[in-house]
């Protein structure tokens, strides 16, 4: 017996599939011409089936006349790489020290083999991808993290230090503009040379809020491992001000990794960014959801 497929679910398959793209339809007026910075990284990075998802996400925004700036991490490939080389890694407060040699890996690792990977992802899904680091076109400007770390025997607090690690200092959109208006995806590699000639590995997060505040993104997305923020009792916050998350801090509702990353939304919401979003990485399409429904799936930090 072939198989048919029935005229009446057909149908209704292709009207669900209309009102979808209606319902997208006021985000896609209101966004056209504007930028999305997403910072890519965790689980969704090591699985090529979420991976084609992210660039077909990508692609599609760009297709519908909205800017998307990726800036992606790299943190457990650098550690599969330094472990492969022999180079040993120290940490400090869960801080990777960054000697010469491991900035150099760090370098080759996210410059080279992880932002080019991400490029051909893109150009598989049919888009024009540029992949880049803080370097180039003087985009980042760094400058050394300063940390501070109490001693355990005497509990005073002393400076850290974490070697070539840094933070942004300034940011020249100028190469993500020209690149923009070229028809390309900009894709950034978190490393930056600092005033002193140094390079610098930066934190993703950092990374791509900084960039989102300069270009007055509509949105920052951060893919992270988790659904978002999520209260005590493991439910969904979807809507978040700064001083709802010092109050969620000051509770011990968000703890641990989750604290760096929001710390990440406020600068960015308070320095030009309209809004932040937490989401899901590991769920397919997560920022497609997150941005084209009116139910969302994932944390909105706001100013």
């Known amino acids: ?121 893109i150009a598989g899904a049919g888009g024009r991808a540029l992949g880049i680091s803080g370097k180039d076109g003087g985009l980042v400007t760094a400058s050394k993290v300063q940390r501070t770390a109490k001693d355990p025997d005497s509990n005073i607090e002393q400076v850290v230090d974490l070697g070539f690690v840094g933070e942004p200092e300034t940011v020249d959109i100028a190469i993500l503009e020209t690149a923009c208006a070229a028809g390309m995806i900009p894709v950034i590699a978190p490393i930056a040379a600092g005033a002193d000639g140094a390079t610098y590995n930066i934190n993703a997060d950092t990374m791509a809020g900084a960039i989102a505040a300069a270009l007055g993104a509509a949105r920052l997305f951060l893919l992270t491992d988790v659904a978002g923020v999520l209260d005590k009792n493991k439910q969904l916050l979807t809507d978040l001000t700064p001083a709802d998350i010092a109050g969620l801090q000051a509770d011990g509702t968000i703890s641990g990794g989750m604290i760096p990353k929001l710390e990440t939304c406020i600068h960015a919401v308070e320095a030009g960014c309209e809004a932040a979003v937490v989401l899901d990485g590991r769920v397919p399409h997560a920022m497609l959801l997150e941005f084209f429904t009116s139910r969302g799936a994932g944390t909105l930090i706001r100013a």
């Not at 339809?25 to 979420?50: I, S």
């Not at 000697?99 to 410059?111: I, R």
């Open 1 to 121: 017996m072939p198989h048919t497929t029935d005229p009446h679910q057909e149908r209704t398959l292709n009207l669900a599939k209309a009102e979808t793209l209606i319902e997208a339809l006021p985000y896609l007026q209101r966004y056209a011409g504007r930028t999305f910075v997403v910072k890519y990284g965790g689980h969704a990075m090591g699985d090529p089936e979420l991976a084609r998802d992210f660039a077909e996400d990508v692609v599609l925004l760009k297709a519908v006349g909205i800017n998307p700036v990726v800036v992606h991490g790299g943190g457990p490939q650098i550690g599969a790489m330094l472990k492969k080389l022999g180079v040993e890694s120290r940490f400090i407060d869960g801080l990777r020290v960054t000697d010469k040699e491991t900035a150099e890996v760090a370098e080759m690792v996210l410059s080279g083999a992880i932002n080019k990977e991400l490029v051909s992802w």
